[in-house]
Nanobody
Framework: QVQLVESGGGLVQAGGSLRLSCAAS????????VGWFRQAPGKEREFVAA????????YYADSVKGRFTISRDNAKNTVYLQMNSLKPEDTAVYYC??????????????????????WGQGTQVTVSS
């Protein structure tokens, strides 16, 4: 099974940027659809962005569209989340998750946390006002 490790979180002022990385090990990440989710204190885990195995399908939550960019470098076994124009409401623990073959067939699959097979431990993102 694949192991996922997130990194790149931290404290940033509103309007700033961070790039999160999700590094895969034990299995090649190109076999997996990958999503980013986040969970703020007292709130449910919510979908942020997702990308298909070869990057042909990409989805974003409306709240991050135009500010966040998901990408992947399968040669480096890593998926990224570039976050620009950060807002205090983006403060959360960010998790990457992977879905093994045969993957997802539609957007509903990519955006549902319950459908993913593997999860990282999360990385904290804090945006100060």
């Amino acid at each position: 099974q694949v192991q996922l490790v997130e990194s790149g979180g931290g404290l940033v002022q509103a309007g700033g940027s961070l790039r999160l990385s999700c590094a895969a090990s034990r299995r090649t990440v190109s076999n997996y659809n990958v999503g980013w989710f986040r969970q703020a204190p007292g709130k449910e885990r919510e979908f942020v962005a997702a990308i298909s195995r070869m990057g042909g399908n990409i989805y974003y939550a409306d709240s991050v569209k135009g500010r966040f960019t998901i990408s992947r470098d399968n040669a480096k076994n890593t998926v990224y989340l570039q976050m620009n124009s950060l807002k205090p409401e983006d403060t959360a623990v960010y998790y990457c998750a992977a879905k093994g073959p045969p993957g997802f067939s539609d957007r509903d699959g990519y955006t549902s946390s319950r459908r993913y097979d593997y999860w990282g431990q999360g990385t904290q993102v804090t945006v100060s006002s």
